[in-house]
């Protein structure tokens, strides 16, 4: 149980292009989701918070018209990265927490590279 | 503001030999306490739990207690295998968000 899936798996764009991300959980309702970014060899740093059919929460310093969130389902939330440049170029990661419950169960990532 | 402060890798252990990766924390009041892991390539697993002060995780041969005196939650395992070669996070639950540690990087060798 709690798995959460994250499509594509890898994605190369080109400069000034823009990239959708997908992230399901597939066995549970998901009323809140979380994305990250991490860094080679670093941990993962939290960018926003979504919760199904409202505005994401974002995090300091992360530009929220560059990086568009929608969570329209208790099972989807989607991250669009806008106008994609190359040090937009991450491993981008989503997790989901089951109301009521303070673990989060994570997606496999999705690594982004912008040319 | 809450924080988590692991010991720094990379850990290198032959199999069979004993594990301890230290964790510490910062928070106020007594948040619940996580340990992931981090296969290459791969997302975050939640590898064990634990709730409250001397509350003790376990799973797969992991251990981890919550220790409320010293602010600890140390990650144990009496034997590692290749298998377990990974990053290991610890992390604690501010407000609904997790606060994770810098990782530790465990490497086992045959």
């Known amino acids: 149980g709690a798995v959460v899936s994250q499509h594509p798996s890898r994605v190369i764009c080109k400069s000034g292009t823009s990239v959708k991300i997908e992230c399901r959980s597939l066995?549970?309702?998901?009323?809140?989701m979380f994305w990250y970014r991490q860094f080679p060899k670093q941990s993962l740093m939290l960018m926003a918070t979504?919760?199904?059919?409202?505005?994401?929460?974002?995090e300091q310093g992360v530009e929220k018209d560059k990086f568009l969130i929608n969570h329209a389902s208790l099972t989807l939330s989607t991250l669009t990265v806008t106008s994609a440049h190359p040090e937009d170029s991450s491993f981008y990661i989503c997790?989901?927490?089951?109301?009521?419950?303070?673990?989060?169960?994570f997606g496999p990532g999705t690594r982004l590279t912008v040319t | 503001g809450d924080s988590v402060t692991q010991m720094e890798g990379p850990v290198t252990l032959s199999e069979e030999a004993f594990l301890t990766i230290n964790c510490t924390y910062t928070?106020?009041?007594?948040?619940?306490l996580f340990w992931y892991v981090q296969y290459p390539g791969e997302g975050l697993q939640l590898l064990l739990k634990?709730?409250?002060?001397?509350d003790k995780g376990s799973n797969k041969g992991f251990e981890a207690t919550y220790r409320k005196e010293t602010t600890s939650f140390h990650l144990e395992k009496g034997s590692v295998q290749v298998s377990d070669s990974a990053v290991y996070f610890c992390?604690?639950?501010?407000?609904?968000?997790?606060?994770f540690g810098q990782g530790t990087e465990l490497s086992v060798k045959p």
């Open positions: 997790s989901a927490r089951v109301s009521g419950r303070d673990e989060q169960y």
């Open positions: 928070a106020t009041g007594y948040p619940s």
């Open positions: 979504s919760n199904e059919g409202s505005k994401a929460t974002y």
């Open positions: 992390a604690l639950n501010q407000g609904g968000k997790l606060i």
């Open positions: 634990a709730t409250k002060a001397d």
């Open positions: 066995d549970f309702q998901a009323t809140t």
